[in-house]
């Protein structure tokens, strides 16, 4: 609720609302503002391992819940044991689920490789997922980005 309400004990909080500090500068990169926006998704110094961490745990549980959801057998009982493989095929071959592969096209795509894809074989139909983890401000303009991305790769 803290979290939400922008009430955490960040720098910025601390300066501008409580009066206790003079710099409201992330205690981490030392450029911008410590807000929450800023820690859990601007921070240039967390950008480099925390956020692809974060990220790659999201894919992992994604992965095993649709694993789990679609019949794969998994040799893990919790999604945080779980390793993604390449490539999964539920019982009776139904569905493929392919983790982090490069799609190959007639043409050349530039970005042909998302998060997911879960293959329908009996419908024939895929579906694309790529994981962002963005700001409460930014899931628009990143749904919008991700869309684009994939446009070429969706055709
Ligand atoms: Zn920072």
Known sequence: MAAQDQ????????TEILNTEKDSRCRLCQQFDETIDHIISACPILVKEQYIKRHDSVCAQLHFNICKETGVQLDKKHWYEHVPKSVETSKGGKVTILWNQQIQTDRTIPNNKPDIIICNNEKGTCMLIDVA???????????????????????
Do not use: F, M, P, W
Not at 7 to 14: E, F, H, V
Not at 143 to 153: F, R, V
């Open 7 to 14: 009430a955490l004990q960040t720098k910025y909080y601390a």
């Open 133 to 155: 983890i963005s700001g409460d401000r930014n899931v628009t303009k990143k749904e919008a980005e991700k869309i684009l991305k994939y446009k070429d790769l969706t055709i």
